[in-house]
């Protein structure tokens, strides 16, 4: 299902904190939204989400008009969020943190649990750790919980805001092949928030760079990938060429 947000404006009080965004992420695509710390790209999935409103402009998922739309309103036409920091209820167990992804249809016991199997299968440690709080988990359990809970909801959008910040490499990488596989075996259409631009996009088809609200580029991965600006700004490519000497 096609998201569609077209000239977004979002304010907090005074501070034009999104200017005339578009972008688009069709079905079945991973789309990273790349840029700095405060650029915009929180603001961006909290307007999409329904969380915030904009001053203007519209957010779309397929012929669904979703701009005014309370949060639990915009899971139930079949978009999920997961926020920066993982926000997992850490006094409860896991299971419990999953069921919670559930909620507008609980009683629909039993898909609920043929959910929970699916979530499992995906996430074995998750099975594993079912039954501790999940405070208690690692950063990357942690990460993997809030995405099962997210899934829990059945979207067919799913927003991802952060999803490596504060994990080791090899944490990452299991993380974004979790991604890619949430588009491969589920067909699930993903935006992912990144400040870690060259991880987000080595798993996306498209991105877009925000910069102080706007997007300034935005095209396939690899042409990002190559864009010189982006190197310079997000991939650290003169600092490399400076460390190993490798520069002209």
Do not use: W
């Amino acid at each position: 299902m096609r998201l569609m947000v077209r000239n977004l404006d979002v304010f907090y009080g005074a501070i034009h904190a999104l200017r005339r965004v578009t972008l688009h992420v069709d079905a079945g695509e991973i789309v990273a939204l790349v840029g700095a710390n405060g650029a915009g790209k929180t603001t961006m999935l909290a307007t999409i989400s329904g969380i915030l409103r904009p001053r203007q402009g519209s957010v779309r998922l397929g012929e669904r008009e979703l701009t005014h739309l309370a949060p639990e309103a915009v899971v139930a036409a079949g978009l999920s969020h997961v926020p920066e920091g993982r926000r997992v209820f850490r006094p409860l167990s896991v299971e419990d943190n999953l069921r919670l992804g559930a909620y507008r249809r609980r009683a629909q016991r039993q898909a609920i649990a043929e959910d929970l199997e699916r979530i499992y299968a995906m996430f074995p440690i998750l099975r594993e750790r079912r039954r501790q709080p999940a405070g208690t988990l690692s950063g990357g359990e942690q990460q993997m919980l809030a995405m099962g809970r997210a899934l829990m909801a059945r979207p067919r959008v799913l927003l991802l805001d952060e999803p490596s910040m504060g994990l080791a490499p090899l944490v990452v990488q299991e993380i974004l092949n979790h991604i890619q596989n949430l588009r491969q075996k589920a067909g699930l259409t993903v935006l992912v928030v990144e400040q870690n631009a060259r991880a987000a996009l080595a798993i996306a088809d498209r991105g877009y760079v925000l910069e102080n609200g706007r997007i300034v580029l935005h095209g396939t991965a690899e042409e990002l990938l190559n864009n010189h600006d982006v190197q310079r700004a997000y991939l650290g490519r003169e600092r490399e060429e400076a460390c190993t000497g490798s520069g002209r």
